[in-house]
């Protein structure tokens, strides 16, 4: 069962646009939401989180949206340039018993055109 | 501040060898997870320590298992290996693991023949 689907696998984009990467999750238990970047040959590296006590996020040109009734979740790069091609995984933990692990999605692998 | 330290960077092993891959996590960082990343099945949860003890395991067979040390420092072990134990393991690191930012290493590619 997969308890975390991502959409779209793939993307790709014209330099400036904004990409978005959308999430949906079935476990109401999960209450801690991050996004991270995978570069070939690298290892996963965090981006940005969000908590379910905020609808939004921003971090630089990075923005999460949350949308806690839909239990649903995106990733929005603003002004998207070459260097942010990459593999996008959003993921989802919870608080309490079997709180030690994040649950993936299958990723989103991002192009963006110059 | 260096960051998480995984070795070996590459391995190939035959089918029915063990394997030990080992993992350094971040200075002050007391919770370590190991994750298995393959292009079919993406990112899986494999086990998580924290302080010399296991405290959650994900679903996979009793070949894969682990340790930590008391400088938290960690290894994982896969027995009698498996053509489809090929993949990228990865290791993250955490203050107290519990939603707390994760952060990965650069992973050990292991190819079995």
């Known amino acids: 069962q997969q308890q975390v689907k991502q959409s779209p696998q793939s993307l790709i984009v014209q330099k400036g646009g904004i990409p978005i990467i959308n999430c949906a999750y079935e476990?109401?238990?999960?209450?801690?939401f991050p996004w991270y970047q995978q570069f070939p040959g690298k290892g996963p590296a965090l981006l940005i989180a969000?908590?379910?006590?905020?609808s939004e996020k921003k971090e630089g040109r990075f923005t999460i949206s949350f949308n806690k009734s839909a239990k649903q979740f995106s990733l929005h790069i603003m002004d998207s340039q070459p260097g942010d091609s990459a593999t996008y995984f959003c993921?989802?933990?919870?608080?309490?018993?079997?709180?030690?692990?994040?649950?993936f999605g299958k990723g989103t692998k991002l192009s963006v055109i110059p | 501040k260096a960051g998480v330290t995984q070795t070996p960077r590459y391995l190939i092993k035959t089918r029915g060898q063990q394997v030990t891959l080992s993992c350094s996590p971040i200075?002050?960082?007391?919770?370590v997870s190991w994750y298995q990343q393959t292009p079919g099945q993406g990112l899986q949860f494999l086990f998580e320590?924290?302080?010399?003890?296991?405290?959650n395991k994900g679903n996979f067979p009793g070949r894969f298992s682990g340790r930590q040390f008391s400088n938290s420092r960690s290894e994982m072990n896969v027995s009698t290996l498996e053509l489809g134990d090929s993949a990228l393991y990865l290791c993250?690191?955490?203050?107290?693991?519990?939603?707390?930012?994760?952060?990965f290493g650069q992973g050990t590619r292991l190819t079995v023949v």
């Open positions: 969000i908590r379910p006590d905020v």
């Open positions: 200075s002050g960082h007391r919770s």
């Open positions: 476990n109401t238990a999960f209450d801690y």
């Open positions: 993921a989802a933990s919870k608080s309490g018993a079997g709180s030690y692990q994040l649950t």
């Open positions: 993250a690191s955490s203050f107290t693991g519990r939603n707390t930012e994760a952060f």
């Open positions: 320590y924290f302080s010399e003890t296991q405290r």
